[in-house]
């Protein structure tokens, strides 16, 4: 098993910045790609960016290419995600996740573990 605990949300005006960040402790060998989706009040989970350890391969939704940038620290088992330019549409629960898998995964369903999730608002 392997528990995911977030950090960094919080209340920002439109063009700041905000650094998430996902602590793994348990089996971390297990972690091997981690992730961070987010969902917004009505909306479904949606995938925001996702790194891999071995040779920290990323991909990021296009909603947040160029203003996003995720990152990790195996030493620390930890995973960020900063978020700058922050736009009101990117407020949601953000969420960090741990995938078994070696790739770098977008849909929800590769992922096995699941943090609790950490509230971003971005106002106007």
């Known amino acids: 098993q392997v528990q995911l605990v977030e950090s960094g949300g919080g209340l920002v005006q439109a063009g700041g910045s905000l650094r998430l960040s996902c602590a793994a402790s348990?089996?971390?060998?297990?972690?091997?790609?981690m992730g961070w989706f987010r969902q917004a009040p009505g909306k479904e989970r949606e995938f925001v960016a996702a790194i891999t350890r071995a040779d920290s391969s990323t991909a990021y939704a296009d909603s947040v290419k160029g203003r996003f940038t995720v990152s990790r620290d195996n030493a620390k088992n930890t995973v960020y995600l900063q978020m700058d330019r922050l736009k009101p549409e990117d407020t949601a629960v953000y969420y960090c996740?741990?995938?078994?898998?070696?790739?770098?995964?977008?849909?929800?369903?590769?992922?096995?573990?699941w943090g609790q999730g950490t509230q971003v608002t971005v106002s106007s």
């Open positions: 348990g089996r971390t060998s297990s972690s091997r790609t």
């Open positions: 996740c741990a995938s078994k898998k070696y790739e770098v995964e977008i849909r929800a369903y590769e992922y096995d573990y």
